[in-house]
């Protein structure tokens, strides 16, 4: 798999701390929801870093969005997240797996399970299955610390007004005073209220730090969920 | 402490295509599963890949300098379609 | 080769002859883990000196705390680029445990809970160069950190620091140990840039 570059076009930030870069990728070949690149930095004395990010973008978008999330003393994520501008120019390689990936093709009850910036890859099956406007009915659980801390917001209260397509937000750390939705991490009790039941067989997408990742897949199992239809992405440090 | 699939490009690199659906047998337990969902120990000074039953080392793959040496000792079968 | 404008990496500066050949300074200490780091109870632990020896020794934790204490400052290099300069240790010296100890061993392998082993020769933990390391910046080594103890054998490459030491085997062959048998050097002096085998 070859080194090439891409342009970024734009840099926005969704939330305090994630930021969206969208790229232009000449001989880009496509992708499938799920997959992610590998991002490769090289500083002047000849220095490299390398990071793999999901591709937030759907196959359906034009060019390609990567969503970075900040980490407090990172190496890589602050220079993606503060200093890129449109214009510089991001070497990069992909798209990169073949696991964790959900086409149409695959059909559902398709059950998204997201914990913090794991939304990411989620969203481009979200995205993807939109665009594609087809009837797979869609279930998304979205955990986040805070209501600010919920990337792409607007845009899944807007897929949750199409018929088939539920999306549920837990905030774990702070509510707004008035919030009515669920309150805390995801525990065995909530997948039960939100999931499909395991006669209805869903393919689960499960993705986000280590910890929420174990504990979100071992509540489907102990649910009779079938592992085979369970997929996991784990997120974390990289770097050493 | 991450998955197969934080390997996906180290892998494709090695294997020259994509591996994280290919189902590995573990040397030590037997147990058998996909790459993507081994346990993977990204930061040491090389890629240790763990069962994730028993915790056996399925495979090492250390960068020597742009070249790949990988071992996979741990490993008594590997599905390759 | 592409470079990317304004990105730096997160290094320090520092004095150039305390950097050896390829490193990095940082004023991180990264966990680097080649599998799940064992939790051991104190009361459960134990460190022995065996194999070579005209009999096995072993102390317990309260044992261990009880014998003499070094406290050095010294600089580590780990073969994944970075060194980190002047960082404090407390621990036992290796020299102190072999004290007595009647051998014909000319090399030591470690040995740790998880599994991880790594061999040097036996001139290399003693005269003043290795030590068992119970506690880092005046702390109990944190268990990420190789704690309860740790091999700290700062003149060569870090992976021969092994995290969650139990003991040394001595012996009159060289075996290698976990990293040493996936292709990192032997002996792993950072001086020399001995990162493989074969450099």
């Known amino acids: ?240 | 402490m991450l998955d197969g699939n934080a390997i996906a490009g180290t892998l494709d690199d090695i294997f020259g295509r994509e591996m994280t659906l290919t189902m590995s047998t573990c040397g030590h337990c037997a147990s058998r599963g996909p790459l993507a969902e081994t346990v993977v120990y990204l930061r040491a000074p090389g890629v240790v890949v763990r069962c994730r039953m028993c915790q056996a080392v399925l495979m090492v793959v250390v960068d020597r300098r742009g070249t790949y040496c990988v071992d996979l000792r741990g490993i008594s079968a590997l599905a390759l379609g | 080769m592409h470079i990317s404008r304004g990105f730096h990496g997160r290094r320090a500066e520092a004095d150039p002859a305390r950097v050896p050949p390829g490193q990095y300074v940082t004023d991180d200490f990264p966990v680097l883990s080649a599998g799940p780091t064992p939790r051991v109870p104190l009361d459960q632990w134990s460190f022995s000196m065996r194999g070579e020896v005209d009999e096995e020794r072993r102390w317990s934790w309260e044992e261990f705390q009880a014998l003499p204490r070094d406290d050095v400052t010294v600089d580590i290099h780990c073969v994944t680029k970075w060194s980190k300069l002047d960082t404090s240790w407390g621990g036992v010296s290796v020299d102190t445990l072999l004290d007595g100890v009647d051998t014909e061993a000319t090399h030591v392998l470690a040995f740790c809970d998880g599994g991880y082993t790594t061999n040097l020769p036996l001139a290399d933990v003693t005269g003043g160069r290795a030590w068992v390391a119970f506690a880092y910046d005046g702390q109990p080594l944190d268990p990420e950190h190789g704690g309860p103890a740790r091999l700290l054998v700062p003149h060569l490459y870090f992976w021969k620091s092994a995290k969650w030491v139990r003991g040394l085997e001595l012996r009159s062959d060289d075996e290698p140990g976990f990293w040493e048998s996936y292709g990192y050097h032997n002996y792993g002096d950072p001086w020399r840039e001995q990162r493989y085998a074969g450099d």
Request: charged content about 25%; overall charge negative; some cysteine.
């Open chain 1, 1 to 240: 798999m070859k080194w090439r570059f891409a342009t970024v076009a734009d840099v926005h930030p969704e939330t305090g701390r994630t930021t969206s870069i969208a790229l232009r990728v000449p001989g880009w070949g496509g992708h499938l929801a799920g997959q992610h690149v590998d991002v490769r930095l090289t500083a002047e004395d000849g220095y490299q870093a390398q990071r793999s990010y999901s591709i937030a973008s759907a196959p359906d978008d034009d060019g390609l969005v990567l969503t970075v999330e900040e980490i407090d003393d990172g190496e890589v994520s602050p220079y993606l997240v503060e200093e890129l501008q449109p214009g510089d120019e991001l070497e990069l390689r992909g798209p990169i797996g073949g696991y964790f990936v959900w086409e149409e093709s695959k059909g559902g009850p398709l059950l998204l399970v997201a914990g913090g910036s794991g939304i990411a890859p989620l969203r481009a099956m979200l995205r993807h299955r939109l665009a594609r406007n087809g009837d797979v009915p869609v279930r998304l659980l979205y955990s986040a610390r805070k209501l600010d801390e919920v990337i792409y917001r607007d845009e899944l209260t807007r897929a949750a007004e199409n018929d088939g397509i539920d999306v549920h937000l837990t905030l774990t750390r702070e509510r707004p005073d008035g919030w009515q939705g669920y309150a805390r991490r995801i525990d065995r009790d909530l997948i039960a209220e939100v999931a499909w039941p395991p006669a209805e067989r869903p393919l689960a997408y499960v993705c986000g730090p280590t910890p929420f990742v174990e504990a979100a897949a071992d509540a489907l199992v102990s649910l009779g969920h079938d592992p085979g239809r369970i997929r996991t992405e784990r997120f974390g440090p990289t770097g050493s």
